[in-house]
Nanobody, 124 residues
Framework: QVQLVESGGGLVQAGGSLRLSCAAS????????MGWFRQALGKEREFVAV????????NYAASVKGRFTISRDNAKSTLYLQMNSLKPEDTAIYYC?????????????????WGRGTQVTVSS
C-alpha cells in the first residue's frame, strides 16, 4: 500500500501561482504512475494531470495545459503540481492519486490510492 498526503493549497489571487506537493509513504513510490485530480463544489471530480513512473511522460487536461506542470522526485517520494496563471475556475479540492499502471492514467477508476486533498481557492 501507499499513503498520500497533499499540501501547498491556499488562497491566491487570479494570475498567481501555487505549488502543490504530495508526499508518499509505504511501498516504493517509483513503482506507481501518479495523477492529480480536482473537485469543485457541486461538480464531479475531474482529471488534471498525470505522470508516468519515471517522470518522462506527462499529460494534461485541456483546461490546464500550458499553465500547470506535473513533476515527481522519486528520491524524495514526492509528487508536485506547479500551477501558474491561476483562474477562479481552478478553485477546487486537489487530490493526488497513485496507480499500479506505470504509465499513469487519466481515468479515476484506475487509481487505487488517494490522498485526502488540499483546498485551492482563486479569488477574482
Amino acid at each position: 500500500q501507499v499513503q498520500l498526503v497533499e499540501s501547498g493549497g491556499g488562497l491566491v489571487q487570479a494570475g498567481g501561482s501555487l505549488r502543490l506537493s504530495c508526499a508518499a509513504s509505504g511501498r516504493t513510490f517509483s513503482g506507481y504512475g501518479m495523477g492529480w485530480f480536482r473537485q469543485a463544489l457541486g461538480k464531479e471530480r475531474e482529471f488534471v494531470a498525470v505522470i508516468n513512473w519515471g517522470g518522462g511522460s506527462t499529460n494534461y487536461a485541456a483546461s490546464v495545459k500550458g499553465r500547470f506542470t506535473i513533476s515527481r522526485d522519486n528520491a524524495k517520494s514526492t509528487l508536485y503540481l506547479q500551477m501558474n496563471s491561476l483562474k477562479p475556475e481552478d478553485t477546487a479540492i486537489y487530490y493526488c492519486a497513485a496507480t499500479y499502471l506505470n504509465s499513469g492514467s487519466t481515468r479515476q477508476e484506475d487509481y487505487g490510492y488517494w490522498g485526502r486533498g488540499t483546498q485551492v481557492t482563486v479569488s477574482s
